[in-house]
């Protein structure tokens, strides 16, 4: 069945007509890179173009801080490295428990939004007042780089370099988003208006990029644990690069192995690196709030 608000597509079915639509908007609006960045080949020149352009002006001091990820004795960045080309992701860091601490303490203090419904409050004032008024599938920390610790991992040196040895090139820029999203029995439709990503899909966010993510709660198949189809960054078939990024969850157990399908669980803190151009989704949280902090280097 299609969806429509407004007008406006909030899923895209298994229908060739809306998937086609839906890209030629995006090239009418000059949006090339929705095109041409869902191919390995185009990600692929674009790295080496980046890399020539920083090796010729030579980009300024790089900011960057000690590390807040556990260091343990295996750490060996070249394997991790492989790890997300081969696997498409690597699941194996995980944050100090100070930083931890620090960032779910401002969490639910600072103020939130869900532009969605309108609304701004604190996680306190949701427990309290709002969470049996409102039907809320998430809401953003409005300002993440206000904390400290958000700020320092975004320039994380750790982090950086496993970056730049993905990409190919020093990540100039990152994108920081923290947001709650909150346990409830809401429909799949209504997720999907309120824009919470619980179909499968891969992201085409400019020409390359690095998405590493932390769960700063507990996280399992029951309070929103990430889904990722490993290697499929590299591995779909032709009609899925050439229509919506959207695709059914029928359509990819039909395509790949069962195996192939991860689910990402682990305690507060599990850090995990993904090239989101894999499909992937979010698993409707309906035990527990789950509390998600995401950097996009590019």
């Known amino acids: 069945m299609n969806n429509f608000i407004k007008d406006k597509v909030v899923y895209t079915s298994d229908n060739p007509k809306l998937d086609y639509r839906i890209i030629f908007t995006r090239i009418k609006n000059g949006n090339f890179e929705y095109i041409l960045g869902r191919f390995w080949l185009f990600r692929g020149l674009y790295s080496q173009y980046q890399k020539l352009i920083q090796i010729i002006n030579k980009p300024q001091k790089k900011i960057s801080f000690p590390s807040q990820i556990i260091q343990?004795?295996?750490?060996?960045?070249?394997?991790?490295?492989?790890?997300?080309?081969?696997?498409?992701?690597?699941?194996?860091?995980?944050?100090?428990?100070?930083?931890?601490?620090?960032?779910?303490?401002?969490?639910?203090?600072?103020?939130?939004?869900?532009?969605?419904?309108?609304?701004?409050?604190?996680?306190?004032?949701?427990?309290?007042?709002?969470?049996?008024?409102?039907?809320?599938?998430?809401?953003?920390?409005?300002?993440?780089?206000?904390?400290?610790?958000?700020?320092?991992?975004?320039?994380?040196?750790?982090?950086?370099?496993?970056?730049?040895?993905?990409?190919?090139?020093?990540?100039?820029?990152?994108?920081?988003?923290?947001?709650?999203?909150?346990?409830?029995?809401l429909s799949s439709e209504e997720r999907r208006i309120q824009s919470q990503t619980i179909d499968y899909h891969y992201d085409i966010h400019g020409f390359n990029f690095l998405y590493i993510s932390f769960y700063l709660t507990n996280v399992d198949v029951n309070s929103g644990a990430h889904v990722l189809v490993k290697s499929s960054h590299k591995n779909k078939k032709i009609s899925m690069l050439l229509r919506s990024a959207r695709c059914p969850d029928k359509t990819i157990q039909q395509y790949y192995p069962q195996e192939d399908i991860i689910t990402i669980q682990g305690?507060?803190?599990?850090?995990?690196?993904e090239d989101a151009s894999c499909f992937h989704k979010a698993l409707p949280p309906i035990q527990r709030d789950r509390l998600f902090l995401q950097l996009r280097y590019y």
């Open 72 to 185: 343990k004795d295996n750490l060996n960045i070249y394997r991790i490295v492989e790890s997300i080309k081969q696997d498409s992701y690597y699941d194996q860091l995980e944050l100090n428990e100070q930083s931890l601490a620090s960032i779910v303490n401002y969490a639910k203090k600072l103020p939130l939004s869900t532009a969605s419904l309108n609304l701004s409050f604190t996680y306190q004032e949701y427990i309290t007042h709002l969470k049996a008024k409102h039907t809320i599938a998430m809401a953003d920390l409005d300002e993440p780089l206000k904390i400290n610790e958000i700020y320092r991992l975004r320039h994380d040196d750790l982090l950086l370099e496993i970056s730049e040895k993905y990409l190919g090139y020093f990540p100039e820029k990152c994108d920081v988003r923290l947001w709650w999203s909150f346990a409830n029995n």
């Open 267 to 273: 305690k507060a803190g599990k850090c995990f690196l």
